[in-house]
């Protein structure tokens, strides 16, 4: 069944730690954005890619940073991460066109401490 | 401009009623709105969208009405139901652009 995986679903790690959220998507689709989205629930875009080897920021400044090796992968790091960093990372897809939806992960839930 | 606004932030609402969520946008160039539904611990999920060709869409219980002079639309769900307790976010997509525009969300609740 096509669709779009996040891992782990949870993470609490402490300050100072790198960490890596994995995403990959089944559905053959071009485009792949990372959001962060905290309790008062606004979804900012914090980066996005359009293919292989095409990785830009988003409207939200990030300390992290993207990969888009493939067209399936597209994991996010943090090189060293901050109690700041603790939010919701929901990834998401396209198929690029006109009139195209999004398909969402389901998220990861981070929290450093 | 490219903004999206989105009201109310919270709805609470009897099990049979009608809540009505609207969006206001203000570049006339946006030429898709989809509305994704997003229950606790989930990610948003595509609910239904529509283009500004046309001023109302069904899908079920789900209606978005769309009025292109006023540069607004919302989202009508018939008969809510308790199942229907979510998260609601709207959206727009610029023709030029690849990406959507999400409104900030209105919290849902529909009690039994």
């Known amino acids: 069944e096509a669709d779009i995986y996040q891992t782990p679903r949870y993470l609490v790690i402490g300050t100072g730690k790198k960490i890596t959220l994995e995403c990959s998507q089944t559905?053959?689709?071009?485009?792949m954005y990372w959001y962060q989205q905290d309790p008062g629930m606004e979804l900012h875009l914090i980066h996005y890619?359009?293919?292989?080897?095409?990785?830009e920021k988003g409207d939200l400044s990030s300390e992290s940073t993207v990969s888009r090796i493939r067209t399936e992968h597209f994991p996010l790091t943090l090189e060293s991460a901050r109690p700041s960093h603790t939010s919701q990372y929901l990834c998401?897809?396209?198929?690029?066109?006109?009139?195209?939806?999004?398909?969402f992960g389901s998220g990861t839930r981070l929290t450093v401490v | 401009q490219q903004q999206v606004k989105q009201s109310p932030q919270s709805l609470i609402v009897q099990k049979g009623g009608i809540p009505i969520i609207n969006c206001a946008y203000e570049?006339?160039?946006?030429?898709?709105f989809p509305w994704y539904q997003q229950f606790p611990g989930k990610g948003p999920a595509l609910l239904i969208a529509i283009r500004p060709d046309v001023s109302e869409k069904k899908e079920g219980r789900f209606t978005i009405s769309f009025n292109k002079s006023a540069k607004q639309f919302s989202l009508h769900i018939m008969d809510s139901q308790p199942g229907d307790s979510a998260t609601y976010f709207c959206a727009a997509r610029l023709s030029s652009a690849r990406q959507l525009t999400f409104g900030s969300g209105t919290q849902l609740t529909v009690l039994p």
């Open positions: 890619s359009y293919g292989v080897n095409s990785t």
């Open positions: 570049n006339t160039a946006f030429d898709y």
């Open positions: 559905m053959g689709h071009d485009k």
């Open positions: 998401a897809s396209s198929p690029g066109g006109t009139g195209d939806g999004y398909t």
